[in-house]
């Protein structure tokens, strides 16, 4: 990776990093049409894109319970990765719990408000996988959705001829209620509308590829969904403290993931600059997934910038809005109280983002592209809906009938005025 400089960036390359596209427009008509066939086809179109995308005739699309008997044979052989699952799902249910908001009504003056929260009926979970496996998705999905309280929670994966059993195990250890062997755009569909066999929820959630995203621009609408995402993306912001090993060993993990990844390192040292970028070749050879990390490393949106100052460098890590933001600094607080834009904040050089993407608790379904400057990852709020609830004896609506009535009258609104004075006739 060349090291450039932050105030030398043409506007070519600032679009590059801060207007990453995760290609959905590209592929958004032909996965219409693959959620329209679903939609009116149900189980028979399901069968047919498996074949077709995955190539694996499918058999039965519900797969329970072969999660069940996959979780039973892990811990019949007291397989360590059943116990390392265990473990983050401890640490995940840990975390969530204390999101769970309490219903609460107090007085204000003499009107008596509140607000409360029941969980959504039926939730759709998306983890990618097939043969590989990714059990992590499957706890990040589906835990949030059960500490909420929600009441079925499915889950698709796509199909091979084999599942995964570490993942099928996750998402049984998750609490999941239902399991489909069905993946891509065509998963999206089935969790959005239902089919003879998939149960359609009211959210669908999970990260994917750009057809899952597609899918869930598609349906969104028909059905909530938690947000678009696209490829993985990480951004350390370091002073000259830092370790140029341990920068550069966050930015290719985070290159490993996706061709399309974006991974940045911001710093004001022009020697750690140069370092992190003979770090990060060094550490890309020899990787089993070196050609996705080079990729990723040669992509537009990645790269090791030299910024004039560290307020340059938080400014750019702001525009920027990281999934991922890894600040390695010798005030690291000083900075994160600077940073409103980020979706998962990592700080010091003992917290790698590897650790939030498995075991620490904290949810690695995060918003990319920018998104972390609306919204936030997946939580226990992702599956909830909020009520609020008001009470009013007939003084407090007394006093409040002058103003009531003075603004539904100034709306033409007549009707809702006299639902006001009828109460005192």
């Known amino acids: 990776m060349d090291v450039r400089t932050v105030a030398d960036l043409s506007p070519a390359e600032r679009r590059a990093f801060?207007?990453?596209d995760a290609g959905v427009d590209a592929v958004r008509d032909d996965v219409s049409e693959i959620v329209e066939r679903v939609r009116v086809e149900g189980d028979v179109a399901l069968r047919e894109f498996s074949e077709e995308f995955d190539g694996v005739a499918v058999g039965n699309i519900d797969v329970t319970d072969d999660a069940e008997r996959a979780h039973a044979e892990l811990d019949d052989a007291s397989d360590p990765v059943l116990d390392a699952v265990r473990e983050a799902t401890a640490n995940i249910r840990e975390f969530h719990e204390r999101q769970r908001p309490e219903d609460w009504r107090e007085e204000f003056g003499d009107r008596e408000l509140g607000r409360r929260f029941r969980p959504l009926d039926r939730a759709g979970v998306y983890v990618p996988g097939g043969a590989a496996a990714y059990p992590s998705s499957a706890l990040m999905g589906v835990i949030p959705a059960t500490v909420a309280g929600v009441d079925h929670v499915s889950v698709a994966t796509p199909p091979a001829e084999e599942l995964n059993p570490v993942?099928?195990?996750?998402?049984?250890?998750?609490?999941a209620d239902a399991v489909y062997q069905v993946g891509g755009a065509q998963a999206i569909a089935a969790l959005a509308y239902g089919t003879e066999t998939v149960t359609n929820a009211e959210k669908v959630v999970g990260p994917g590829n750009k057809w899952v995203t597609a899918a869930k621009a598609v349906v969104q609408g028909d059905v909530e969904i938690?947000?678009?995402?696209g490829p993985s993306e990480v951004l350390v912001l370091a002073d000259e403290t830092a370790d140029p090993d341990l920068v550069a060993a966050d930015l290719v993990a985070q290159a490993e993931h996706d061709p399309n990844a974006s991974v940045v390192a911001v710093t004001s040292d022009a020697a750690l600059a140069e370092a992190v970028a003979e770090a990060v070749d060094e550490?890309?050879?020899d990787r089993d997934r070196e050609e996705t990390i080079r990729a990723a490393l040669d992509n537009d949106a990645s790269g090791v910038l030299h910024a004039r100052s560290m307020p340059e460098a938080v400014l750019f890590a702001?525009?920027?809005?990281?999934?991922h933001l890894s600040i390695v600094a010798d005030d690291d607080e000083a900075l994160l109280d600077r940073i409103t834009n980020a979706g998962s904040v990592f700080l010091g050089p003992y917290s790698p983002?590897?650790?939030g993407d498995y075991a620490t608790g904290t949810n690695h379904v995060l918003p990319t592209n920018g998104g972390a400057k609306r919204y936030g990852g997946l939580s226990v709020d992702t599956f909830l809906r909020s009520t609020t609830v008001q009470r009013l004896d007939r003084d407090a609506l007394d006093g409040l009938s002058d103003t009531i009535t003075t603004l539904a009258e100034a709306e033409g609104l007549e009707a809702h005025a006299e639902s006001v004075r009828k109460r005192f006739e």
Not at 167 to 175: F, S, V, Y
């Open 18 to 20: 801060f207007e990453r």
């Open 167 to 175: 993942t099928l195990a996750a998402i049984h250890e998750a609490g």
């Open 226 to 229: 938690d947000f678009l995402a």
């Open 283 to 285: 550490q890309a050879a």
């Open 318 to 323: 702001e525009e920027y809005a990281a999934e």
């Open 353 to 355: 983002v590897a650790a």
